[in-house]
């Protein structure tokens, strides 16, 4: 191979690797491109059902809408896709959202049992208020982790790093919730 | 003849009669060097005193119910609740059954001596001590609980017990009740698609509700914890309804939701099962799980967790009544107005928690319903609203006044 050869070859590998980065990055930028690039570079096989808990369309109960999620190797990371899921709101159109579509998850910790979910004020400053609004946004997070994951119990959710009273002025979250079962939709024929 | 007329002279005098008081018990206080004396009536040879103005001798912060006729005592971390005819008490780490029950004694609610010497005083972080044969009982903080009483010169005086003139029976007849218009000022509430905020309609129904129960019976007094937009917090209006030692407690509201069909009117309550980890913690504490002694509050969490049992306590004990209160105003309501009955729920709300008195909060309708919202825009509407709930509230104290009367 001459050395003139040589050269156009290594250029055209450049070219190559910064195109594939460059599409990388675009996919990254746009919505559920993260997701894409995921199930393109991660085996089919490592996924992981997920039943996430979305509002009735009467915002009186909380339904599960199932989904396959990548598997994540830290706890932390898997806990962050899921309440994205849930941020991205139900695929189903009986159900209804219970996070706003501007929701930040800043951070996720874990300590003996409890979830601590720091959220931006994003989701303060676009919730629609209400008791039932806010009961279905606080326990759609409680009831989707405490199912999912076998190792939380209890989830506490904090605004911009803090520890809240209430997150739009009902429910009391100074201190870590359990699963709410009472807000799982009945089936038709049960009694309340 | 004669002898059956002697007979029935001799049962009465042993009978205990409706003679009252029995005697009287004199009281020294050693932490206000105050001495005093209250009334005891015996019941099966057991006395009993009146446990509101011993706790106010005592300096302990006393709620006292008019409407359910129950007594809440409050010093430092304690909180107890007393009710006439209900024998077990929760003292915090453990349930006592107390005998002779709790009785309702000319409006006063009395305990046996027992209760109060072997009990309430560790409870509430006092030392009560009771000298049967001179009626004599000495009130001593906890710390001297070793010690010879009588005999110890005082080390402290502490101010005396704020007992106001205000407090005293004949104003205490007078049914208080608060309404807390939710929101205000910086807080708009939940917001309707064509602008109409949360704040704005609950402060006209809470205006509109008082002046209706005002017009309805005079003898209530009603206040409001806002009476115009401005922004209250939540623990502040609890406490403005505890200090104000009121009977009823009601939060209005309308609701809001990410769904613009959900619509309908519900009542809320304080949910039990919320605390669940205050009855974990209870029964961790019962079973020796975490021992108060050993520990000896070296450890911070311990503190905070036995605090967190105290303090969720004294709501728990409204619950039955909050919930009866609940059925009255959704029938009230839903009967006034055409709207869907969502029915009674419970949840864990902030502004009822530490509530010492029946509370409920009120979710008129969705907001964010653009229906729901022109109806909340009508003054009609409104109005209604209203009077569903002032006649819930009146059939509620009526209620009352029929079922609990006088046992003597």
Known sequence: MSRSKKKWLFLLVLILVAGLIGALFYLKERKGGESLIRSLLIPAEEKVAISLYFSTEDAAYLAEEKRDLPKEEEVGDQIKLVVKELIKGPASSNLFPTLPGETVLREVYIEEGTCFLDFGQELRDNHPGGSSGEELTIFSLVNTLTQNFSQIERVQILIEGKEVETLVGHIDLSSPLREKKSLLAPPPTSTP | ?408
């Not at chain 2, 018990?25 to 005891?40: G, M, S």
């Not at chain 2, 009609?380 to 006044?401: C, H, N």
């Open chain 2, 1 to 408: 003849m004669a002898k059956i007329i002697l007979s029935l002279i001799f049962i009465n005098i042993f009978m205990p009669g409706p003679s009252y008081p029995d005697g009287k018990i004199k009281i020294i206080n050693h932490l206000t060097h105050q001495r005093t004396e209250v009334e005891f009536v015996k019941v099966d040879g057991e006395k009993m005193v009146p446990v509101k103005e011993l706790a106010e001798i005592a300096g302990a912060t006393v709620y006292w119910n008019s409407l359910t006729k129950r007594v809440i005592l409050k010093r430092e971390n304690g909180i107890i609740a007393l009710k006439a005819k209900e024998a077990e008490v929760n003292l915090g780490q453990r349930i006592v059954k107390v005998n002779p029950v709790p009785q309702l004694i000319k409006n006063k609610l009395f305990v046996p001596i027992n209760f109060v010497v072997n009990e309430l005083g560790l409870a509430l972080g006092l030392n009560f001590s009771f000298i049967e044969s001179l009626d004599r009982l000495t009130i001593g903080s906890k710390d001297q609980a070793d010690q010879p009483i009588e005999l110890r010169p005082a080390p402290f005086i502490p101010p005396p017990p704020e007992i106001s003139k205000e407090e005293q029976p004949s104003l205490n007849n007078r049914l208080k009740i608060v309404i807390d218009p939710g929101h205000g000022g910086k807080d708009s509430g939940a917001i309707g698609p064509s602008g109409l905020m949360e704040k704005e309609v609950v402060l006209d129904l809470a205006k509109r509700l008082k002046k209706m129960l005002e017009e309805k019976d005079p003898t209530l007094s009603i206040i409001l914890t806002r009476d115009g937009d401005y922004f209250v917090p939540l623990d502040k209006r609890t406490s403005f309804a505890n200090h104000h030692k009121a009977d009823i407690f009601i939060s209005l509201h309308v609701n809001g939701a990410f769904s613009r069909k959900a619509n309908g009117f519900e009542v809320f309550h304080l949910s039990a099962e919320a605390s669940d980890d205050t009855a974990r913690a209870t029964a961790a504490l019962e079973n020796g799980v975490i021992d108060l002694e050993k520990n000896g509050g070296e450890r911070k969490d311990r503190i905070d967790y036995t605090q967190f049992i105290l303090a969720d306590m004294a709501q728990l004990e409204f619950i039955e009544e909050s919930i009866e209160l609940c059925g009255l105003i959704e029938k009230g309501v839903t009967k006034k107005i055409n709207i869907v009955d969502r029915g009674i729920k419970s949840a864990f709300f902030y502004v009822l928690k530490d509530a010492l008195m029946p509370s409920v909060l009120v979710e008129a309708a969705f907001i964010t319903n653009p229906f729901e919202e022109a109806k909340l825009r009508d003054a009609g509407f409104r109005e209604e609203v209203a009077s569903g709930i002032a006649e819930a509230i009146l059939e509620y104290k009526a209620s009352y006044e029929r079922t609990v009367g006088y046992t003597r």
